[in-house]
């Protein structure tokens, strides 16, 4: 199973944000939308940057609530780590294991074309290993 296959399935939907967005935007829309990242890109569409949900929380935790009204640029990560279509999902693991982060944005030809999370990673794992226990359980039943 690699990235590809996930998009697929999932979609290829990304929410983004410009550098300038007040933090508070960036609350509401994970909040409105469930989702736990937003990739902040700059007028061309490029990537310069991915907010979490625990980046509000920092933010919060060091600045206080006047932090919501300043441009998301502060706080944002600015070095992404993005992964390809053609990365496994063993690669997605282990990188997002080894760099502690749960999101991925995709890349394709410098272009933005999807995102994957830890609970993508996760759900299609699971079914992997089921696949794997059922073709298993048939293989021992039926030799
Ligand atoms: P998360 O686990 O995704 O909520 O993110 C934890 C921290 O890692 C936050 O500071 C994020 O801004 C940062 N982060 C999340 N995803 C990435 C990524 N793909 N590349 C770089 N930093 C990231």
Known sequence: MNVSAI????????????PDTPLVEIAN?????RIGAIVIVGAGGEICGIVSERDVIRALA?????????????????QVVTCLET????????????????HLP????????????IGDVVKHHV???????T?????????
């Open 7 to 18: 998009l697929r399935q999932k979609g290829r939907a990304v929410t983004t944000a410009h």
């Open 87 to 102: 990365d496994t999902l063993d690669e997605l693991m282990a990188m997002m294991t080894a760099r502690r982060f749960r």
């Open 135 to 143: 073709a298993m359980r048939d293989y021992i039943t039926h030799s």
């Open 29 to 33: 829309k994970l909040a409105a939308k």
């Open 62 to 78: 060091t600045s206080g609530a006047s932090s919501l009204k300043e441009p998301v640029a502060q706080t944002m990560t600015r």
């Open 106 to 117: 995709v890349v394709t030809d410098g272009a933005l074309v999807g995102i994957v999370s």
């Open 127 to 133: 079914a992997e290993v089921e696949m794997e226990a």
